[in-house]
């Protein structure tokens, strides 16, 4: 089966600080891609990153970060120095095979604040 | 370049009516998937229409269907709606004809409420 879980429902830090946002996933395919998606209160989920079954290289980009680890099933989304306009719920998800659908995990809020 | 543009934003519906939701792909994508998000949960699938065709289908009742123009663009329709029918209708577009793991864009929904 497939599926993704993120553990932490609600997270809260001040500006400032750095935060990790875990996901885990299951899947028995050996190819597959896995998303984080950032969804303001607006509604749109908007892409951050992309990161294919055959790449475990981590990736910067600015202030985010990803740490892709197949070994321990994890693709765990750090932010570092938070800012208020980072509030947000984040959503990890997992696609695996041509014209699948993204299978979403339940999303962490994420509460920055001043 | 015009992202995805889903219509309208907001509505309200009575139980038992029936909706209709449209969407508007990214330019170059050929690839629309329907997505219901209830309040603190993921986003669930729904369907995706790929040329024009219904090409997979999630665990949602007949009373979901859908449609994909020539344009690409699709619609999504609800009949008999039910109070549980109420969330956030997300439309998502894609280039499919190449590689799986294409990135999926997202409109910024359309708010549908049922009392």
């Known amino acids: 089966?497939?599926?993704?879980?993120?553990?932490?429902?609600?997270?809260?830090?001040?500006?400032?600080?750095?935060?990790?946002?875990?996901?885990?996933?299951?899947?028995?395919?050996?190819?597959?891609?896995?998303?984080?998606?950032?969804?303001?209160?607006?509604?749109?989920?908007?892409?951050?990153?992309?990161?294919?079954?055959?790449?475990?290289?981590?990736?910067?980009?600015?202030?985010?970060?990803?740490?892709?680890?197949?070994?321990?099933?994890?693709?765990?989304?750090?932010i570092t120095a938070s800012q208020v306009v980072d509030s947000a719920v984040y959503f990890c998800a997992l696609r695996y095979q041509a014209g699948t659908a993204l299978i979403f995990g339940k999303g962490t809020t994420l509460s920055v604040s001043s | 370049d015009a992202g995805v543009t889903q219509s309208p934003t907001h509505l309200i519906k009575t139980r038992g009516q029936q909706v209709t939701l449209r969407c508007s792909p990214k330019s170059g994508h050929d690839t629309v998937s329907w997505y219901q998000q209830a309040l603190g949960q993921g986003p669930q699938f729904i369907f995706q229409y790929y040329e024009e065709e219904e090409r997979q289908r999630g665990n949602f009742p007949d009373r979901f269907?859908?449609?994909?123009?020539?344009?690409?663009?699709?619609?999504?329709?609800?009949?008999?709606?039910?109070?549980?029918?109420?969330?956030?209708?997300?439309?998502?577009?894609?280039?499919?004809?190449?590689?799986?793991?294409?990135?999926?864009?997202?409109?910024?929904?359309?708010?549908?409420?049922?009392?």
Not at chain 1, 11 to 25: A, G, N, R, W
């Open chain 1, 1 to 78: 089966a497939q599926k993704v879980t993120q553990a932490q429902t609600e997270i809260s830090v001040v500006e400032k600080e750095d935060v990790t946002l875990d996901c885990v996933y299951e899947t028995r395919d050996t190819t597959y891609y896995l998303f984080w998606y950032k969804q303001p209160p607006s509604g749109e989920l908007v892409f951050l990153i992309r990161r294919n079954s055959f790449d475990e290289q981590n990736e910067i980009s600015g202030r985010y970060s990803w740490n892709f680890q197949k070994s321990t099933s994890s693709f765990n989304f750090t």
């Open chain 2, 65 to 115: 269907s859908g449609h994909q123009f020539p344009n690409y663009s699709s619609e999504l329709n609800v009949n008999a709606l039910l109070l549980g029918d109420s969330a956030l209708y997300l439309c998502a577009s894609s280039l499919e004809a190449s590689r799986c793991g294409n990135t999926i864009y997202f409109g910024e929904g359309s708010w549908l409420t049922v009392v």
